[in-house]
C-alpha cells in the first residue's frame, strides 16, 4: 500500500461519496439514500444508489459497489493511490506516500499515471511559452483576434507550442522526464529516418483536452501560419484518450450542466470558449464533428436536457444529424439549435460578439426545435424536391432507419408522439404509415452499450455477484453481513467468533473479509462497514462486503428487531451446523478407527496363517 492506512481513514472521513458520485452521476433523493443511473452499465431505469450514512454507493443490476476511493478507481480508471491522491487533494487533507517498492522500477514500462503526468507537464510548459514577452507573441495575437479573454486563457489552460522541431523534446530531455511517456501521448514522435524524436505540435495554439476531473489528456492544437496544415491537429488517441468517450470542456462545464439540468453542445473549442465567457458556462464540444452514444451515455448520467448548437452550413446540418441518430433512443429531451436562424453570425463566437449577442442566444437556446421537428423538418424539406418514385423510396427508408434506431422498443407514449408527428412529416395517413412500419422487422440497432471504462472488469466472478445480490446466503456469509451492518450483534451470542473461522468459507473473498474484521477486532476497532472497507482498501474484496451489506439492509429495512432476528437465527443454524459437522467428524473418525483395526487384525492373522505353513528348513530335525 502506497500510504499508511490512518491517512486513507483520514482521507475517507473528509470525503463527501455524494458529492464524488455526483460529478459524474446525477442524483436525485430517495428515502434516505440518493440515486442515479449507474454508470458501469447500460442502464435505463435509475438502479446506483449513493448512501450518504454509510458512505457507501451500490448498484443491484451489475453489482458495482465500494465506496468514494473505489469510485474512482472504477470510474476515472485511476490505481488505489491516485484516487486517495486525488480524495485528498478534494479535502484538503495533507498526506504522506510510503515507499514500498522492493526494487527500482523498470525504466522502460510506462504507467497510465505517467502519460497522465506527461500530458500535465507539457500543459504548463505550453502555457508558460504562451505568457513568454517574445516567444508568445504570436500565439497571443491569435487569442486576441478571438477576443478570448485572460480569464479565459487560465479557465482553459490555453498554451503555445514551439516555434522549433525539439522545442518540447529539449525540454523533456534537460529535464529528464520519460520520453516514453511523452511517446504514449502523442507529444512527440520518433524520427523516421534518423534517431532521436520530434515535436508533434509546432507553432499552434494549444487547447488542452481534459476528462472530468479535469486532468489533461490530449491537446487540440491550431495553425498560426495560414500555410500550416491541417487547420486544426488532435493528439491521437492514448491509454488516457479516446476521442469517441471524451467532451471538451466538461470539466469546467460539469458544475453548471448538473444544476441546470441542460448542456449545450457546441461545434468546437472556441465556440466553447466563447460561451463560457458570455457566461453560458454549460457549454462543451465534441471532438471533431462526430457525437457519439459514449458522449451521449456521459450527458445522460448528467442532465434530462441537451441542446444541439450548429452552424447553419452543410458541414453543420450533417453533424447535426449524426447527433440526432445517436440521442434518438436516449431518455433525454434534445433541442435543436441553427444559428442561421437567429441572424447572419456563422458561429457562437460571432454571435455573443455582437451589441445584444447574449441575448439573442439566449432566445436560440430557449427556442430550439425538438429533435423529432427538427428531423421530420428535414425530411418534409427534402421531399417536396423529389420525385413521386423516389419520394416513396426515401420515406421506406425514412421508416426502416426509424425502426433501426428503436422506435419499436420505446415506450407507448413517446411512441405514440411519434406516430403522430409522422403523417405531416410524409403525407402519408397514419393507417398507412403503421402498417408500413409493422411490416419492418427490427434489426439488432447498432448502439454501443457504453459504461465508465469499459476496457476495466471487475475481477469478481459475476455469478458471485449475483448471489450475494440475490442469490442464496449461507448462514456464516449472512452472519458476516449483518455484523457489516450492526457490528454490536456480535454482543449478543457467546459463540459469534464461530463465523469467524476462515476455514468455515469457501470464497476468498469472504475469507479476506472475515481476516479484515478480526484484523479491526485485534486493534480494538468496530467492524462496520465503513472501517472494513477502509480495512479492505483497494481489494475486490470491497465490492463484495458492500453487495453483502447491501443484501441486508434491503431485507430488513435496517430494523434492528428484524436485524436481531435474523442474527440470533443465523447463529442457531450454525450452531447446529457446527454439532451436526462434529458427530459426523466423530463418527467418520470411529468409523476410520474400526476399520483401521479391522485391517490390522486381518494382516496379524494373515502373518500367523502364513507362519504355519513356511517349509522346514533343510536338515531341520523332528
Known amino acids: 500500500m502506497m500510504y499508511d492506512r490512518a491517512d486513507i481513514a483520514r482521507v475517507l472521513d473528509a470525503t463527501d461519496i ?21 454508470p458501469f452499465h447500460d442502464d435505463r431505469n435509475p438502479s446506483m444508489y449513493v448512501s450518504p450514512a454509510k458512505q457507501i454507493y451500490k448498484c443491484f443490476v451489475c453489482g458495482a459497489a465500494g465506496d468514494a476511493a473505489k469510485f474512482m478507481q472504477d470510474y476515472h480508471s485511476m490505481s488505489f493511490p491516485e484516487a486517495i491522491e486525488h480524495l485528498a487533494e ?10 514500498t517498492r522492493s526494487q527500482p522500477a523498470s525504466a522502460s514500462s510506462v504507467r497510465k499515471s505517467d502519460v497522465f503526468d506527461a500530458n500535465q507537464q507539457a500543459q504548463k510548459f505550453f502555457a508558460a511559452l504562451l505568457h513568454h514577452a517574445d516567444h508568445g507573441k504570436a500565439g497571443r495575437e491569435v487569442i486576441e483576434q478571438r477576443s478570448i479573454s485572460d480569464d479565459m486563457v487560465q479557465k482553459f489552460g490555453l498554451g503555445l507550442s514551439p516555434d522549433r522541431w525539439d522545442g518540447l523534446v529539449s525540454t523533456i530531455t534537460s529535464k529528464r522526464w520519460s520520453l516514453d511517456a511523452f511517446l504514449q501521448a502523442g507529444l512527440v514522435k520518433l524520427r523516421q529516418h534518423e534517431s532521436g524524436h520530434y515535436d508533434t505540435f509546432r507553432h499552434r495554439v494549444m487547447f488542452p483536452i481534459t476528462d472530468q476531473l479535469g486532468r489533461t489528456i490530449a491537446f487540440g492544437a ?21 476521442k469517441s468517450a471524451t467532451l471538451y470542456g466538461i470539466a469546467q462545464a460539469s458544475s453548471t450542466i448538473r444544476q441546470q439540468n441542460l448542456a449545450i453542445i457546441t461545434e468546437g473549442y472556441t465556440d466553447t470558449i466563447a460561451c463560457h465567457q458570455a457566461g453560458f458556462t454549460n457549454a462543451i464540444a465534441a471532438l471533431g464533428t462526430a457525437f457519439t452514444s459514449e458522449h451521449a451515455a456521459i450527458l445522460r448520467r448528467m442532465c434530462d436536457r441537451v441542446v444541439l448548437l450548429f452552424d447553419g452550413d452543410e458541414a453543420g446540418s450533417l453533424a447535426a444529424d449524426r447527433a440526432v441518430s445517436v440521442l434518438f433512443h436516449e431518455p433525454i429531451d434534445v433541442s435543436i439549435v441553427a444559428l442561421s436562424s437567429f441572424g447572419d453570425a456563422k458561429d457562437p463566437d460571432e ?11 439566449a432566445n436560440a437556446i430557449e427556442n430550439g426545435q425538438d429533435l423529432l421537428t427538427f428531423r421530420f423538418a428535414r425530411l418534409r424539406a427534402e421531399l417536396e424536391t423529389l420525385s413521386s418514385a423516389r419520394r416513396s423510396t426515401r420515406i421506406e427508408e425514412e421508416l426502416a432507419k426509424l425502426v433501426e434506431l428503436g422506435l419499436h422498443d420505446m415506450s407507448p407514449v413517446r411512441k405514440s408522439f411519434i406516430m403522430r408527428q409522422l403523417p405531416g412529416a410524409t403525407g402519408l395517413d397514419s393507417i398507412t404509415l403503421a402498417d408500413a412500419l409493422a411490416r419492418i422487422k427490427p434489426t439488432q440497432r447498432n448502439r454501443t452499450t457504453v459504461f465508465a471504462h469499459s476496457e476495466h472488469e471487475h475481477a469478481i466472478n459475476p455469478e458471485l455477484i449475483h448471489r450475494v445480490v440475490e442469490g442464496s446466503l449461507r448462514a456464516d456469509e449472512r452472519a458476516i453481513g449483518l455484523l457489516l451492518v450492526r457490528p454490536s450483534l456480535g454482543d449478543e451470542s457467546d459463540d459469534a467468533a464461530r463465523v469467524f473461522d476462515e476455514s468455515r468459507y469457501n470464497i476468498d473473498l469472504m475469507r479476506e473479509i472475515v481476516r479484515a474484521m478480526r484484523s479491526l477486532d485485534e486493534e480494538g476497532e468496530s467492524f462496520s462497514l465503513a472501517n472494513v472497507l477502509r480495512e479492505l482498501a483497494g481489494s475486490n474484496a470491497a465490492q463484495f462486503a458492500t453487495q453483502l451489506a447491501a443484501r441486508i439492509d434491503r431485507e430488513t429495512n435496517e430494523d434492528v428487531g428484524k436485524l436481531q432476528h435474523m442474527w440470533h437465527d443465523c447463529m442457531d443454524r450454525i450452531r447446529q451446523i457446527d454439532i451436526t459437522g462434529r458427530a459426523e467428524v466423530k463418527q ?12 490390522a487384525k486381518q494382516r496379524h492373522t494373515s502373518t500367523d496363517a502364513d507362519r504355519t505353513r513356511l517349509p522346514r528348513s533343510p536338515g531341520s530335525s523332528g
Open 18 to 38: 455524494v458529492q464524488i458520485v455526483g460529478q459524474s452521476v446525477q442524483l436525485r433523493p430517495k428515502g434516505r439514500e440518493m440515486v442515479g443511473l449507474c
Open 222 to 242: 491550431r495553425k498560426i501560419r495560414d500555410e500550416d496544415e491541417p487547420k486544426y491537429l488532435n493528439s491521437p488517441e492514448s491509454p488516457v484518450f479516446r
Open 588 to 599: 467418520t473418525v470411529a468409523e476410520s478407527l474400526a476399520e483401521r483395526l479391522a485391517r
Open 90 to 99: 478534494i479535502a484538503g487533507v495533507e498526506i504522506q506516500r510510503v515507499d
Open 351 to 361: 454571435l455573443l460578439r455582437q451589441p445584444d449577442g447574449n441575448d439573442a442566444f
